[in-house]
Protein backbone atom coordinates (compact mmCIF):
# COMPACT_ATOMS: atom_id res chain seq x y z
CA UNK A 1 0.00 0.00 0.00
CA UNK A 2 1.43 3.55 -0.95
CA UNK A 3 1.57 6.43 1.38
CA UNK A 4 -0.09 9.38 1.03
CA UNK A 5 2.30 12.14 1.26
CA UNK A 6 1.56 15.49 2.99
CA UNK A 7 2.33 17.31 -0.40
CA UNK A 8 0.23 14.94 -2.67
CA UNK A 9 -2.50 15.75 0.11
CA UNK A 10 -2.03 19.73 -0.75
CA UNK A 11 -2.08 19.11 -4.23
CA UNK A 12 -5.22 17.83 -3.89
CA UNK A 13 -7.52 19.75 -1.62
CA UNK A 14 -6.28 22.80 -4.21
CA UNK A 15 -7.50 20.76 -6.98
CA UNK A 16 -10.69 20.97 -5.02
CA UNK A 17 -10.28 24.58 -4.24
CA UNK A 18 -10.13 25.26 -8.13
CA UNK A 19 -12.71 22.61 -8.94
CA UNK A 20 -14.85 23.93 -6.88
CA UNK A 21 -14.89 27.46 -7.65
CA UNK A 22 -13.58 27.70 -11.25
CA UNK A 23 -16.30 27.48 -13.55
CA UNK A 24 -15.75 30.59 -15.60
CA UNK A 25 -12.58 32.29 -16.45
CA UNK A 26 -13.94 35.16 -14.11
CA UNK A 27 -14.39 33.19 -11.21
CA UNK A 28 -10.78 31.49 -11.77
CA UNK A 29 -9.32 35.22 -11.48
CA UNK A 30 -11.45 35.88 -8.94
CA UNK A 31 -10.11 32.38 -7.09
CA UNK A 32 -6.56 33.29 -7.68
CA UNK A 33 -6.64 36.56 -6.48
CA UNK A 34 -8.97 35.73 -2.65
CA UNK A 35 -5.98 32.46 -2.72
CA UNK A 36 -3.01 35.04 -3.48
CA UNK A 37 -4.29 37.22 -0.23
CA UNK A 38 -4.44 34.69 1.81
CA UNK A 39 -1.03 33.08 1.12
CA UNK A 40 0.10 36.66 2.12
CA UNK A 41 -1.62 37.02 5.00
CA UNK A 42 -0.54 33.30 5.79
CA UNK A 43 3.05 34.05 5.05
CA UNK A 44 3.29 37.16 6.87
CA UNK A 45 1.14 37.02 10.08
CA UNK A 46 0.75 33.08 10.46
CA UNK A 47 -2.25 30.72 10.40
CA UNK A 48 -5.11 32.33 12.74
CA UNK A 49 -4.65 35.55 10.50
CA UNK A 50 -4.94 33.74 7.77
CA UNK A 51 -8.17 31.83 8.76
CA UNK A 52 -9.68 35.03 10.25
CA UNK A 53 -8.75 37.01 6.97
CA UNK A 54 -10.63 34.40 5.06
CA UNK A 55 -13.71 35.10 7.39
CA UNK A 56 -13.98 38.62 7.32
CA UNK A 57 -14.26 38.70 3.18
CA UNK A 58 -16.51 41.27 1.45
CA UNK A 59 -19.72 39.71 0.09
CA UNK A 60 -17.79 40.18 -3.37
CA UNK A 61 -15.20 37.69 -2.35
CA UNK A 62 -17.15 35.82 0.67
CA UNK A 63 -17.89 32.55 -1.52
CA UNK A 64 -14.35 32.12 -2.66
CA UNK A 65 -13.43 32.45 0.98
CA UNK A 66 -15.78 29.99 2.07
CA UNK A 67 -14.76 27.55 -0.31
CA UNK A 68 -10.86 28.41 0.65
CA UNK A 69 -11.21 28.33 4.42
CA UNK A 70 -13.69 24.85 4.09
CA UNK A 71 -11.26 22.91 2.21
CA UNK A 72 -8.26 24.11 4.45
CA UNK A 73 -10.14 23.16 7.88
CA UNK A 74 -10.76 19.65 5.55
CA UNK A 75 -7.20 19.15 5.35
CA UNK A 76 -6.84 18.91 9.07
CA UNK A 77 -9.29 16.21 8.93
CA UNK A 78 -7.55 14.60 5.60
CA UNK A 79 -5.90 11.00 6.40
CA UNK A 80 -1.81 11.71 6.56
CA UNK A 81 -2.77 14.58 8.56
CA UNK A 82 -5.03 13.97 11.28
CA UNK A 83 -2.82 11.73 13.40
CA UNK A 84 -0.89 14.52 13.77
CA UNK A 85 -3.48 15.65 16.55
CA UNK A 86 -4.53 18.58 14.96
CA UNK A 87 -7.91 17.15 13.24
CA UNK A 88 -10.89 19.95 13.57
CA UNK A 89 -13.62 18.02 15.78
CA UNK A 90 -16.85 16.89 14.04
CA UNK A 91 -19.01 18.64 16.51
CA UNK A 92 -18.08 22.53 15.40
CA UNK A 93 -18.90 23.63 12.75
CA UNK A 94 -16.49 24.86 10.08
CA UNK A 95 -19.02 27.61 8.78
CA UNK A 96 -18.56 29.20 12.60
CA UNK A 97 -15.61 31.75 13.21
CA UNK A 98 -16.35 31.35 16.85
CA UNK A 99 -15.60 27.81 16.58
CA UNK A 100 -12.83 27.47 14.15
CA UNK A 101 -11.16 29.92 16.66
CA UNK A 102 -11.75 27.80 19.30
CA UNK A 103 -10.19 24.76 17.63
CA UNK A 104 -6.89 27.21 17.23
CA UNK A 105 -6.74 28.89 20.16
CA UNK A 106 -8.28 26.89 22.78
CA UNK A 107 -6.43 24.13 25.30
CA UNK A 108 -4.78 21.65 23.49
CA UNK A 109 -5.41 23.90 20.36
CA UNK A 110 -3.49 23.55 17.82
CA UNK A 111 -1.69 27.24 18.44
CA UNK A 112 -0.59 25.39 21.50
CA UNK A 113 1.91 23.41 19.49
CA UNK A 114 4.62 24.86 17.97
CA UNK A 115 5.73 21.58 15.81
CA UNK A 116 1.74 21.43 14.76
CA UNK A 117 1.43 24.75 14.39
CA UNK A 118 4.54 25.05 11.96
CA UNK A 119 3.94 21.96 10.03
CA UNK A 120 -0.06 23.63 9.51
CA UNK A 121 1.61 27.11 8.29
CA UNK A 122 3.48 24.84 5.80
CA UNK A 123 0.98 22.55 4.78
CA UNK A 124 -1.48 25.50 4.03
CA UNK A 125 1.27 27.62 2.49
CA UNK A 126 1.75 24.80 -0.15
CA UNK A 127 -2.03 24.05 -0.61
CA UNK A 128 -2.39 27.61 -1.00
CA UNK A 129 0.38 28.07 -3.81
CA UNK A 130 -0.85 25.35 -5.77
CA UNK A 131 -4.04 26.47 -5.36
CA UNK A 132 -3.28 30.10 -7.00
CA UNK A 133 -1.20 28.42 -10.25
CA UNK A 134 -4.27 25.91 -10.46
CA UNK A 135 -6.36 28.92 -10.06
CA UNK A 136 -4.53 30.68 -13.10
CA UNK A 137 -3.98 27.93 -15.05
CA UNK A 138 -8.25 27.69 -14.99
CA UNK A 139 -8.39 31.39 -16.14
CA UNK A 140 -6.45 30.78 -18.84
Known amino acids: MA ?3 LDLTAAEYAQKMVKEQS ?10 RVVTK ?15 FLFS ?9 E ?15 KPLAVAFPANKDKKRWQD ?18 FLV ?6 TLI ?6 KAAAS
Open 23 to 32: SEKEDAEILE
Open 100 to 117: VSDHLTKDNGLMESLDKL
Open 57 to 65: RPESERRYA
Open 38 to 52: ALGVLQEQGVYACLL
Open 121 to 126: KDLYEQ
Open 67 to 81: TIHQKLIDLLNSEPV
Open 130 to 135: YARFGA
Open 3 to 5: IKT
